[in-house]
Every structure is written in C-alpha cells, then in structure tokens.
C-alpha cells in the first residue's frame, strides 16, 4: 500500500512538471476571482487531453447551459473545459494530500520482517511506540481459533534526566489496579511494582491503613466493605524522590466469581506484562496461555487490511463528490446572483429607456445613448453592449432583441423584448404606455427584492449577535461567581 501511495504522489508531481508550460495561452485570460486555482489548471487541462473527454453527457449539456449564461454561448464550451480542469485540479490536490498522509501513516504500520522468531524488537528511544497488528492462531483440543491482535510495542528507555518525573506521570491507577475495575472498587490484591525499568526509577509504598492493605499491595480478609485508604507511592532516582497519592475504596470480594478471560485477554495480557519488562529490546510472544495450558498459540504479521485504510478510500470518495457538487453549486449560485443583479437593475435602464424613447429616439439609438452613458460592468449592462454591437455588425432587430431575452432569462426581460418585437412587427402607438406599467412592476420586484435582502441579512447576524450575548453574560457573571465562590 505504501509503494502505491508513493506512485500517485510521484505521478501527480511529474504531471505538474510536464503540464507546466503547456497551457499558459489557455489560461492567461481567465478572471483568478472566478478559477482561484489558475496558477494549476494545466493540470487539469492535460488530464482532460490525455483522456479525451467528450463533454457529451447530459450533465456536461446543464453545465454548458448553465456556463453559457454566466460568460455568453460563444464562450460556454471552453469554460466548460475550464471548469471541469478546475475540478480535477482540485481533486489531485486532495489526492496529494491524501497520500503523504497514508505514506505517513502506513509507514508506522508493521511489516512481516518486524516479527522474527515469536519476538518483537522495540523502536530507538525517539522513534515513538509502534504499532503492530499481529494475527495469533490458537490451537487447542477444542480446535483451532484465528484472531487479530493490536499490539504497542513501546520505545527503549529515555535518559536519566526528569526520570521521576516522567515516572510521576507514568504510574497511573490503572497499573496499580490488577484485576480489580476500579480505586472505588477494590476487591483483590493491587499491583504494587517496584520499579518502572525504562526510567530506571525505584519504588516504595506505603499504606495509610497497613491493616487494610499493606506494603505489598495485599488486602486483609477481615471485614474492610467501605473502607477508605491512601497509598502513597514514593518514587526516587539518585538523588531524585518524588510522592504521588491514590485514594481507594475497599470492598467485601463478591462471592460470584468474575467470567475468566477469554484466549486472546490472556494473551494480551501476557504480552502488557512482557511490555513492562524494558531490561531487553526484545519482546517474546508467548507460544501458549500457561505454563501446562493445551493451547497452543502461532503468530503472525496481520495483512494491511486495516479499517483505516478503508476509511481513508470512502473518505475520499465523500470528498471528491463533494467537490463535483460544491463547484456544480457554485456555478448555480454565480447564475443565481447574476440574474438577481439583471433584476435589480432592469427598473433603473427601463426609466431611462422610456425618457428617451417619449424625447423622439428610436430603441436602437437608445441603446447607444443609454450604454455610452452608463459606465458599468455589470450584468445587464454588458449583455445590453453585445446587443447594441449584434445590431450595429449587421444582425437584425428582431434577431438581436430575442438573443438578448434568451440570454438574460428574466421575465421582466422577456416581457419587455416581446413589446419591442410586438412594436417592430405590427407598430404600436402605446408603446411607451405599456412600457410604463411594466416599470411599476419591475420596481415592485425590486423592492421585494430589497426586502428580502434584508431579512437574509438579519438571518445571517442572528448567530453572531447570540456570541455577542454569551459573551457578555459571561463578562457579566464571572465576577459574581468568583465573588460567591470565595465567600
């Protein structure tokens, strides 16, 4: 797995070398605000050569559509290439990610050659503990049984320096415990070491209670239901001595025996008792459960089946159809935007449309006036150029105005070429009557807009004015629970 995770990454970077140069033509002239990876769209641009991609599917066709309205239909089949580089682009990039991070991650997994002879060597103090998946075969009367089993093989022993501490925060309750689930629940004898070996650090106990529980970590057969005792570990090295408490709960041994262990407990816990033993860079397996016990065990490296590898492939798969989705949505939510600017400023162009239709223009030489007059950039104003430019090059009125509502995609639009076209085929003398009530409904729709924007917005701060809030009650509050506290 690892060779093929070092493969994809070597393939995605001999790609971008090769592709580096290629395209720079291509891309030079496209907007970075609309295509943030440009710098990397040759990328995607030799996949889609090398592969040959059609465009043809019925997606391909919507997203044309859709790309048509946003940069015009002359230019809708190169930004339908554009935005599929821009997709692959981006998914190679999480492909990229993705395999430094399994290289990383598999590369700390075990490999057949780390189990030789039933025995484990540890990792270079440094190199951190390992893990290794091994598979034990047990073998019995009853049969043979195969089970997995996650083992840690722990690192060699640091130097000298902070040792007591290391070994302060090292000695937990759950070393101590034994077979017991709990320091509120303490039933059977307690495992009192003497020594934590990878940290060469001693240590002695002592018993607030040695009726109890004594020195060795043995409990009393007297009646102790409920007792409550202090141990007291006290950990020195050379010079170096250190003290650290537990609190325990004695309670009465419960007559129902506890379930024995099952094969593979037994043999992890044979293993954990071998992992404390740091005198040897070695770990041994046991090749049975005990010393007279008719259960054989064979071990072995497990196969790098791992669930997390597993995840990390639907985990992709989640990601790059989310990145399919997300960039499909996103050319919806520019198109949306778009059509919402047309409608905001229709009513605007239309008053101006009007007055200079009533002071004796014709509805070309309107256009021109009203553009030349008009410095902007946006949406209506530019599909409103290339209708003026359509005219003067030699296409037809009529032609020109229907293209026009085509590409805009409005009903206001559409309602108001259909009276310039009703006007230029059959002449109508209330033009500008008709074209004044369709005005007061486009202001309409523009104050409607306007209200709706509104209420966005108010939706959008709700979150941010409920932090304002919290935080200052907090600042608020702090001081008078601090003050009652300290009463």
């Known amino acids: 797995m690892v060779f093929i995770f070092i493969i994809l990454t070597l393939a995605i970077i001999a790609i ?156 937990s309750p759950k070393i101590i415990l034994g077979k017991n689930p709990s320091l509120n629940d303490v039933t059977s004898e307690l495992n009192f070491i003497k020594e934590i070996p990878e940290l060469g650090v001693k240590i002695n106990w002592r018993s607030s209670k040695p009726e109890v529980i004594n020195e060795m970590g043995a409990i009393s057969s007297n009646n102790n239901n409920g007792k409550e005792v202090v141990i007291t570990a006290i950990l020195f090295k050379g010079n170096s001595i250190a003290e650290k408490q537990f609190k325990l709960v004695v309670k009465d041994l419960n007559l129902n025996q506890r379930p024995s262990p099952t094969p593979k407990e037994e043999a992890v816990n044979i293993i954990n008792s071998q992992m404390e033993d740091y005198s040897n860079t070695l770990v041994t397996l046991p090749s049975n459960l005990k010393e007279n016990s008719t259960t054989y065990i064979n071990w072995a490296v497990a196969s790098k089946k791992d669930s997390s590898i597993l995840n990390l492939i639907f985990f992709l798969t989640v990601v790059i159809a989310g990145i399919i989705y997300a960039l499909n949505n996103e050319v919806k939510e520019k198109l949306k935007k778009r059509n919402l600017l047309i409608q905001i400023d229709f009513p605007d162009f239309l008053n101006k449309f009007i ?132 009463m």
């Open 355 to 486: 007055l200079l239709i009533n002071a004796g223009m014709n509805v070309p030489r309107a256009l021109e006036k009203i553009i030349g007059d008009t410095q902007s950039d946006r949406p209506l104003y530019r599909e409103l150029k290339l209708t003026y430019s359509e005219i003067k090059a030699g296409k037809s009125e009529l032609q020109a105005y229907e293209d026009f509502a085509i590409r805009c995609k409005t009903t206001e639009i559409t309602k108001f070429v259909s009276t310039l076209i009703q006007n230029l085929k059959k002449g109508n003398t209330e033009l500008t009557h008709i074209l004044k009530l369709h005005v007061v409904e486009c202001w309409n729709l523009r104050k409607s807009i306007a209200k709706q924007l509104g209420e966005e917005a108010s939706t959008k701060l709700l979150f941010p004015i409920m932090i304002m809030f919290i935080a200052i009650l907090l600042i608020v509050l702090t001081p008078a629970v601090l003050t009652l506290s300290s």
């Open 16 to 171: 971008h070398f090769i592709s580096k140069d290629r395209y720079k033509e291509t891309v030079e002239g496209i907007d970075q605000k609309d295509f943030q990876l440009k710098k990397f769209l040759h990328i995607g641009l030799y996949l889609l050569e090398i592969t040959k991609y059609k465009y043809n599917t019925p997606y391909d066709k919507r997203l044309k559509s859709n790309l048509g309205e946003l940069y015009g239909a002359r230019s809708s089949a190169f930004y339908l290439k554009i935005h599929w580089a821009n997709t692959l682009t981006l998914v190679f990039m999480i492909l990229l990610l993705a395999s430094l991070v399994g290289i990383s991650f598999i590369g700390n997994e075990g490999s057949p050659e780390d189990l030789r002879d039933n025995t484990i060597e540890r990792p270079d103090f440094g190199e951190g503990d390992r893990k290794l998946q091994l598979v034990a075969t047990f073998k019995s009367k009853e049969g043979e049984k195969t089970e997995e089993v996650s083992v840690v093989v722990k690192e060699e022993s640091p130097t000298d320096e902070e040792a007591v501490t290391a070994a302060i925060k090292k000695l």
